[in-house]
Structure formats: C-alpha cells, structure tokens
C-alpha cells in the first residue's frame, strides 16, 4: 500500500482508534475565551504519554505511515490556528481534527516535532521504511493542501501555508532533531516549497 491508499483509506479509521479526552467544565462553557470549540477533543497527553495505548490498535505494518499522517493533520490544523485566525473556523468546521495535547488549567497544545521524534526514540518508527516513501509523502502533502485550499479556503496558497510552517520558531531543526526523522522531513518539506 502506498501513503496516499493509506491516507485515504485507513487513516481516518485508524485515528479514531486513539484514545481521546475532552476539554474540562470551564474550558467546555467558556469556549471564545480558550479558541475551541463543543468537538474540541485531546489525544497523547503531555510529552504524548499515551503512546502505547494510542498506536496498541494500529497494524504494525501501517505505524509509519500513521505517525506521518497524524503529524500532518496536527501542523496543518497548528499552522491554520495560529496564522490563519480568520479562516480558522471554516477549516474547522470543516476538518474537526483532534488536538495534539491535554486540557488542565487551560488547552495545552503539544509540538508536532514529538508525533516523530518520540515514536522513533522509542524503536516505533523505521527510519529506512520512511525514507522509501519520503517523496511521495511529500507530494501528498502538497497535493492535499492544494486540493483543499484551492476549493475550500482559495484566499491561502499552498506555497504560502507551507512556508508558515517552515519558518516557525517551534518547528526549527534543534540539535536534538540532528539526524532524526523529523529532520528528513522537514528537509524535504523545505526543499519542495522552495521549488513551488
């Protein structure tokens, strides 16, 4: 199976096998106040300490491509919430996509770095496995953030959107990310969207 089979045809089952929290009372009746909304709902706690639990319904064979296609839904979702305010609830209202971290005194949003980093820390995530499909993994997310913002939301550029992500200060290669996988993939991200 290829990413984009596996993007389209088990991801969107396989995310719903994670184990999810909803926000707290106060969070829930003062939704303007945090920016979530009545779906807003949490996977992997802090540091992702629900790994285990999150991937133990995941087909072993599919683990890569499932930790590249969640880590994808989160930036995208991130980079949509914190750049693009005012089309945020229209990608919203029409993603619903879950959040990457926990709800205490307030939401707590996770880096996305750690949907590659930790599982790879871990033994989880085949290095070489990744680095057969990289490529088409990246054109999948470029083709899909064409697709998408060229019908729903056409005022944001692919070219544009992608490079809110590169040049955020969070998602920059630090020495712990030296040689990682995330690193590949943030390589090749910002390679491709200096080629657009």
Do not use: A
Request: proline share 4%.
């Amino acid at each position: 199976m290829k990413v984009q089979e596996y993007r389209k045809n088990e991801f969107p089952g396989d995310l719903r096998k994670l184990e999810f929290q909803r926000p707290n009372s106060v969070i829930l009746n003062n939704p303007e106040s945090f920016r979530t909304d009545s779906n807003t709902i949490y996977f992997g706690g802090r540091d992702w300490e629900n790994i285990t639990n999150d991937i133990s319904n995941i087909e072993k064979n599919n683990r890569e491509y499932f930790f590249l296609c969640l880590f994808t839904i989160t930036i995208i979702d991130l980079t949509m919430f914190t750049y693009y305010k005012e089309s945020y609830e229209t990608f919203r209202r029409l993603t619903m996509y879950p959040k990457f971290g926990w709800s205490g005194f307030g939401p707590h949003y996770e880096n996305p770095k750690k949907l590659l980093l930790i599982p790879e820390n871990e033994g989880l995530l085949n290095r070489k496995k990744i680095e057969e499909y990289i490529d088409d993994y990246i054109d999948l997310l470029i083709d899909e953030c064409n697709s998408f913002f060229g019908i729903k939301i056409p005022e944001i550029t692919t070219k544009d959107f992608i490079s809110k992500i590169v040049h955020d200060n969070e998602f920059q290669i630090t020495d712990k990310d030296s040689n990682s996988v995330f690193e590949m993939v943030y390589t090749k991200i910002k390679e491709k969207i200096n080629s657009l």
